[in-house]
């Protein structure tokens, strides 16, 4: 099992920052990808930026010049630093992990309780 533990959120005035953390913990063999979603109620989750144990990254076009994902492995957190925030990035941002229970276990998503951001025009 994996269990993800999100901080960094609030409210925060537009053209702000915000970093957001996530710490995974728990007993697992591998976290490959680690991802950020965010979700407005009465909407659908939707992906923010991924991560790969690689380093590789991809973000949303909504974001991209503004957040930067970054993570550490050897502590099993991800980060996203959030700059030049808009009203409309106001969401609950969730972290995900996808990862391996056992070197033989096939992938397993795993969520954050989510935290939420509030951008203020």
């Known amino acids: 099992q994996v269990q993800l533990v999100e901080s960094g959120g609030g409210l925060v005035q537009a053209g702000g920052s915000l970093r957001l953390s996530c710490a995974a913990s728990?007993?697992?063999?591998?976290?490959?990808?680690m991802a950020w979603y965010h979700q407005v109620p009465g909407n659908q989750r939707e992906l923010v930026a991924f991560i790969t144990s690689g380093g590789s990254t991809n973000y949303a076009d909504s974001v991209k010049g503004r957040f930067t994902i970054s993570r550490d492995n050897a502590e099993n957190t991800v980060y996203l630093q959030m700059n030049s925030l808009k009203p409309e990035d106001t969401a609950i941002y969730y972290c995900n992990a996808r990862a391996r229970r056992w070197s033989w276990s096939v992938e397993t998503d795993y969520w954050g309780q989510g935290t939420q951001v509030t951008v203020s025009s």
């Open positions: 728990g007993s697992f063999f591998r976290i490959n990808k």
